[in-house]
């Protein structure tokens, strides 16, 4: 990648952040994506500069001859179009060479999720694994105030200790682009985060006294440099608790349980704009898939279940 291509990524990426307060993670994955791109522009002995829409077009078929997902050759070329039209606005350029360039468009396939018995299964689970009392804690507290509020797993594991001192009937939680929400606790959850915090401030001041060291300001402390349980450990972590309760793995992840919250609460008659603002969600629009899934439960119940249904 040119020095050039490294300093129009650079500048794209800082006004994202300046401008539009993007989250972190958005900014990583635009930075991954325009870096690819860039490679592939390099290797055509080009740069952004001279990049026209035939190139971006050939790295459009590239990316599908690798195999690449139509949401994630979407992605990219979002991406591109974004890095085109800063470049344009900042005088760098005087057309814009991705503008009328059509990609294949984002899937509409239903998030996958987890049934009320294999959620209940997972929290059970969750109160027993683990080599310490503390861990044992620790997991039954992550799983529950999960499943409760439906968080992102970033901002799960980022929580600060504080948001869960004083009334624990609501959380503030920290979303994406720094917007705030608060979100109720179930009583389980209340109960699981009570026990947790007392375990976790006894660690935090002996650490203290012994080290002379200032304590974690998260919820989920760690010894590792980000100074809190990594999501990348949490993945691992929820797996271990599927494995152990009898639940698929492979079906469990941190994000289908924020789609169960989210299709349970609607099973149960929750209302759709309660969900968007607990999900933390900026359009209901994307709220509303959920109300696909509860149609797709509803028709294989029926399908499955109904004395008329046939088998073929």
Not at 2 to 15: C, K, M, T
Not at 145 to 166: C, D, H, K
Not at 254 to 278: K, M, V
């Amino acid at each position: 990648m040119s020095a050039s291509s490294d300093r129009w990524i650079s500048a794209f990426l800082e006004a994202q952040s300046a401008e539009l307060d993007a989250a972190r993670n958005t900014l990583l994955g635009y930075g991954r994506d325009l870096q690819d791109f860039a490679g592939f522009v390099a290797t055509a002995k080009r740069d952004l500069e001279t990049t026209d829409r035939a190139l971006i077009e050939d790295y459009l078929i590239h990316c599908e001859a690798q195999g690449l997902a139509a949401s994630t050759r979407a992605r990219r070329l979002s991406a591109i179009k974004q890095l085109f039209r800063f470049a344009f606005e900042e005088g760098w350029r005087t057309d814009n060479p991705a503008l009328r360039i059509k990609g294949p468009g984002k899937s509409k396939s239903l998030p996958k999720t987890l049934s009320e018995a294999e959620v209940t299964a997972l929290l059970t689970a969750a109160r027993s694994h683990g080599r310490t009392p503390g861990d044992r804690l620790r997991n039954a507290c992550l799983m529950e105030v999960l499943y409760a509020t439906g968080m992102r797993v970033s901002e799960l594991v980022t929580l600060p200790a504080n948001a869960a001192r004083g009334d624990t009937r609501m959380l503030l939680v920290l979303g994406k682009g720094g917007k705030e929400r608060m979100v109720p606790l179930s009583p389980p959850a209340r109960a699981a985060l009570v026990e947790w915090l007392a375990v976790r401030d006894e660690v935090e001041d002996r650490h203290r006294v012994e080290t002379g060291s200032k304590p974690s300001r998260f919820l989920f402390p760690s010894t590792g440099k980000e100074g809190h349980l990594t999501r990348h450990r949490f993945h691992g972590l929820i797996k271990e608790i599927a494995v152990a309760a009898g639940v698929s793995p492979a079906s469990v992840t941190p994000h289908r349980l924020r789609h169960a919250f989210a299709t349970h609460l609607l099973a149960n008659g929750a209302d759709l704009r309660a969900i968007q603002t607990l999900l933390g969600h900026a359009d209901i629009s994307t709220t509303e898939i959920y109300t696909h899934v509860l149609d797709e439960r509803l028709k294989d119940l029926v399908l499955t279940h109904h004395p008329l249904a046939r088998k073929d």
